[in-house]
C-alpha cells in the first residue's frame, strides 16, 4: 500500500474537498498531501486512520515511505503495510 492508497481510502468515495473538510485541513493542504509535496503529522495521519478505518501501522509505514530517500528502503516499507 502506498500514500496515495491510504488517501483513497480516508476519502471513502468523497471528494479531495469533502474530506479536507472532514480532517480539519484546507483543501490545498489535501492537495499538497496528494501531490507529495507536503506530508502529514503524526496528528494528522491519526486523524486518517480514525476516519478510514486503516490499521495505523500500515497508514504510517506508507507516510513514512514517501519520506525515504532510498528507493529499495521505501519499497519495504510500502510491502509492510500492504
Given at each position: 500500500?502506498?500514500?496515495?492508497?491510504?488517501?483513497?481510502?480516508?476519502?471513502?468515495?468523497?471528494?479531495?474537498?469533502?474530506?479536507?473538510q472532514?480532517?480539519?485541513?484546507?483543501?490545498?493542504?489535501?492537495?499538497?498531501?496528494?501531490?507529495?509535496?507536503?506530508?502529514?503529522?503524526?496528528e494528522?495521519?491519526?486523524?486518517?486512520?480514525?476516519?478510514?478505518?486503516?490499521?495505523?501501522?500500515?497508514?504510517?509505514?506508507?507516510?513514512?515511505?514517501?519520506?525515504?530517500?532510498?528507493?529499495?528502503?521505501a519499497?519495504?516499507?510500502r510491502?509492510?503495510?500492504?
Amino acid at each position: 500500500m502506498n500514500f496515495q492508497d491510504v488517501l483513497d481510502k480516508v476519502c471513502n468515495g468523497f471528494s479531495d474537498n469533502k474530506t479536507s473538510q472532514k480532517l480539519g485541513v484546507s483543501r490545498v493542504m489535501f492537495s499538497q498531501y496528494r501531490t507529495g509535496r507536503r506530508l502529514p503529522s503524526n496528528e494528522m495521519l491519526d486523524k486518517m486512520v480514525k476516519l478510514s478505518g486503516l490499521n495505523p501501522v500500515e497508514v504510517y509505514l506508507a507516510a513514512y515511505a514517501e519520506k525515504i530517500d532510498d528507493p529499495s528502503v521505501a519499497e519495504q516499507f510500502r510491502h509492510l503495510a500492504a
